[in-house]
């Protein structure tokens, strides 16, 4: 069964910064692009950033563009999204994915088949 866990969440306060990490269990990370998504309350689900799979390319929605960061540790089978200067509209839920059999681009939902749980996110003083 293929499994995605997300890790790494919490409060913040606006300024600060956070590590999530995305593992997997059942197969092996860096065979397949994977990323990162949230949602915040109310508001779709939206792509924030994403490593290919085949030369570690990546991808970042403008509004995170400069503070986040994607990487992979084979050794450890994670992708991490290390956030820095996080601000109140950084507060969702964050989703890891991995990249399914077509690929339609980075942010959109429908070029992933297996998502994590999510972990919560919040920036707040």
Aim: charged share 15%; hydrophobic share 30%; proline share 3%.
């Amino acid at each position: 069964q293929v499994q995605l866990v997300e890790s790494g969440g919490g409060l913040v306060q606006p300024g600060g910064s956070l590590r999530l990490s995305c593992t997997a269990s059942t197969f092996t990370l860096d065979y397949y692009p994977i990323g990162w998504f949230r949602q915040a309350p109310g508001k779709e689900r939206e792509g924030v950033s994403c490593i290919s799979s085949s030369d570690g390319s990546t991808y970042y929605a403008d509004s995170v563009k400069g503070r986040f960061t994607i990487s992979r540790d084979n050794a450890k089978n994670t992708v991490y999204l290390q956030m820095n200067s996080l601000t109140p509209e950084d507060t969702a839920v964050y989703y890891c994915a991995r990249g399914g059999g077509m690929w339609f681009g980075c942010s959109l939902r429908r070029s992933y088949d297996y998502w994590g749980q999510g972990t919560q996110v919040t920036v707040s003083s």
